[in-house]
């Protein structure tokens, strides 16, 4: 193989001729946005998840913005992970609440450990925000006795893991198999569907809940915060002979323009279609790559996991070992055509974070995470010629 042949990111859309006619066919109906596309992707998001609910938005952002707008009260202090994109946090912070940045396991989870000793100090702590990190769920057992013993408000971010599962233990002892975002122990559960997940819409995001009236409210605020019933203002709403004024609509909170299309909500009910196959591909993407570190430098986050969803393949190499900086590694990776990424920077190391007063966390595990991890190519067309191709130059240059 030669250097210039290949141009390997670390994660891709995977677009097919049913993907392109179920946007077309969008694009000859009456509707491009609020039609029936919207619903009849939330209904699909609630088959596959086993959730009651979803609302479908713009973006993963946006469905972090609208469940912090719903979940937390100005000032209130939130349990999360300092190993994610900025949005996890950010989305504490625009609503006025405040991030506690808790360490992570050798996984690149949050751990739940940690939190539970601080939940047993803390009493004013209010919320916990979860992210499935790469795909591989937080200990759900461990969730589950977090929200029965603090009754703290529960937030999963599974940007990383839409059709991923988890094990638990029902009452009866017995072990069952569910779906990531079912939110079995959670308030709520929210993805994104940018391209480099495992299904896209373009941009977009989803919450998805089994509570009613976080349902309603998520529904409002993705749309100016205006209701079309139950108004408040009976006088402008009704005509003297008591009919209903059919123009109106009130403005009941304060929300947003966080609507999706259908012409993307259809790409995504025919990506969702394919996810499970997308998945198996990951799967067998990450045990080749298993099998071919073994017994070398380069340390996988964990052994092979079949309920991870794998929307990262993530690597731990000692650098302290070798004459090559991880920076090195990467440009010379680069070079030979191959981009390989950080998940992630540690959030409260931000300049931004820093002015309001983190960076200092004690956090041994995340920042010596931060020195050795960088993600693998992974995405469903990554071909077996493409990743022999990483195998082998990630070796030459890690000697
Ligand atoms: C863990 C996590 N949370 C939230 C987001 C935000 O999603 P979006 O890019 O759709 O706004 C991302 C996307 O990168 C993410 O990885």
């Known amino acids: 193989m030669e250097n210039g042949e290949f141009k390997i990111p670390y994660g891709k859309q995977t677009i097919d001729e049913n993907d392109k006619k179920a946007v077309i066919e969008v694009l000859d109906s009456d509707y491009l946005t609020t039609g029936p596309k919207v619903e009849e992707f939330e209904s699909a998001l609630c088959e596959y998840t086993g959730a009651k609910y979803a609302v479908a938005v713009s973006n993963g952002t946006a469905a972090l913005h609208i469940s912090s707008l719903i979940l937390l009260q100005k000032g209130d202090l939130v349990l999360t992970t300092p190993n994610s994109f900025l949005a996890t946090s950010n989305s504490i912070l625009y609503v006025g609440a405040k991030p506690i940045f808790v360490d992570i396991k050798e996984d690149g989870n949050i751990n ?25 769920p937080v200990e759900m057992e461990k969730l589950k006795y977090i929200k029965e013993k603090f009754n703290i408000k529960i937030l999963e971010d599974s940007a990383h893991a839409i ?10 002892g017995e072990w069952r198999i569910s779906k990531i975002g079912n939110c079995k122990f959670s308030d709520i559960a929210t993805f994104s569907f940018h391209p480099v997940k495992h299904i896209t819409t373009g941009e977009g995001g989803a919450i998805l809940t089994n509570d009613e009236e976080i349902y309603k409210k998520a529904k409002i605020l993705r749309n100016h915060g205006m209701v079309k019933e139950n108004f408040i203002n009976k006088d402008l709403a009704y005509d003297k002979k008591g009919n209903l004024n059919p123009w109106y609509y009130e403005m009941q909170m304060l929300g947003f323009n966080y609507r999706i299309t259908d012409i993307q909500c259809a790409l995504g009910l025919s990506q969702l279609k394919k996810l499970d196959d997308f998945i198996a591909k990951r799967h067998q993407i ?23 969803a794998y929307h990262l393949y993530v ?9 090559i900086t991880k920076a090195e590694l990467f440009y010379k990776m680069k070079e030979a055509g191959i981009f390989l990424q950080l998940h992630y920077i540690p959030i409260n190391k931000q300049p931004y974070y820093k002015k309001l007063g983190y960076g200092k966390e004690d956090l041994p595990n995340m920042y010596k995470y931060y020195e050795e991890a960088f993600s693998l190519p992974i995405y469903p067309s990554l071909s077996e010629v493409e990743q022999n191709y990483v195998i082998e130059k990630l070796k030459e240059n890690l000697q």
């Open 163 to 172: 059709g991923a599962n988890y094990k638990w233990r029902m009452e009866n």
């Open 112 to 136: 739940l450990d940690k939190c539970i000793e601080i939940l047993e100090k803390n009493k004013n702590i209010k919320a916990l925000y979860a992210v499935h990190f790469s795909g591989n």
């Open 286 to 308: 990450a045990k080749k790559y298993d099998k071919a570190f073994e017994n070398s430098i380069i340390k996988p986050l964990y052994p092979f996991n079949k309920n991870s």
């Open 315 to 323: 690597v731990r190499v000692d650098f302290n070992k070798l004459n």
